[in-house]
């Protein structure tokens, strides 16, 4: 028995009688107040005009939801998704015999967005950089990609906590001190690793590092330094915390090569890291 093991049993979130304000969602308008206020001080540094902020905020919001949705949807899910198309767009999912939406509409209930993938997110916050740096900075990608990556590592961190809040993407049983049991979820009431909080963890640690490279050396001249720092830290640490976690995707735990589909997709994008911080660069 393992007695130092904690029963994890959190509200929801903050109930206002009529509306539940979930912790989960608190964690990502922290996370992007948080950012905001770190890349304004990137910018004035930069010399760059604090409007573009604003745009670097909608570009950054639309491109983490909707690639954190699809994501989920064609990475992980899309067997399911694939015979429930309307679902992919709409808060919504069938419950026969329901009249659940508000009272409105019979056969379907609202459940808010849910299942999202890192992955995807990255994917999409890449793409909708590229277009911000041509179109609002007249700078090459990889030097967005470079500040953007300090505030990602954070925010990335305060997603995880939030999963913990929900009691998800938890982790295999263990016998550890560190066992958590996690009531609000499907899981067996056994200790499990809190795979939410070392994964929280190592992005804080590497959002320091990436914050004391740029204010504290000349690494942020070398153009795609510090979003390869940030490629391989970010992706090492969930490459090797998905052994400890319980697999997303039923009959994907040992994939290819014995590995999950987390670790899969981590890997090429562990590799384009190694190539930005080891090919020759130029400064930006």
Wanted: glycine letters at 8%; aromatic letters at 18%; charged letters at 20%.
């Amino acid at each position: 028995m393992n007695f130092l093991s904690i029963t994890w049993d959190p509200s929801l979130g903050i109930d206002l009688g009529f509306f539940i304000i979930r912790w989960y969602s608190l964690m990502f308008v922290a996370a992007f107040i948080m950012g905001l206020r770190l890349m304004k001080k990137i910018y004035i540094r930069e010399n760059i005009h604090l409007e573009k902020l604003d745009t670097l905020f909608m570009y950054t919001f639309i491109a983490m939801l909707v690639g954190m949705r699809f994501g989920e949807v064609f990475f992980y899910s899309w067997d399911y998704y694939k015979n429930n198309l309307l679902e992919i767009i709409l808060p919504i999912k069938r419950a026969s015999g329901e009249t659940a939406i508000f009272g409105l509409i019979e056969g379907w209930k609202f459940t808010g967005y849910t299942g999202f993938a890192s992955h995807g997110a990255a994917i999409a916050i890449i793409l909708a950089m590229y277009w911000y740096s041509r179109k609002h900075l007249n700078k090459s990608l990889l030097f967005i990609l470079d500040r953007m990556s300090i505030v990602c590592a954070l925010g990335a961190a305060f997603v995880r906590i939030g999963n913990f809040f929900n009691s998800e993407i938890y982790g295999k049983p263990t016998g550890s001190n560190f066992g958590v049991i996690f009531k609000n979820s499907d899981a067996e009431m056994l200790p499990r690793h809190p795979t939410q909080l070392y994964e929280a963890l190592c992005y804080l640690i590497l959002f320091y590092i990436l914050w004391k490279f740029y204010w504290k050396s000349d690494k942020k001249e070398k153009t795609g330094f510090l979003f390869g720092v940030f490629m391989i830290g970010l992706w090492s640490a969930r490459f090797f915390i998905e052994f400890f976690k319980e697999a997303q995707v039923d009959g994907r735990e040992d994939w290819i090569f014995s590995l999950n589909t987390g670790q899969v997709l981590s890997i090429p994008l562990i590799l384009i890291g190694l190539w930005l911080m080891l090919r020759k660069t130029k400064a930006s």
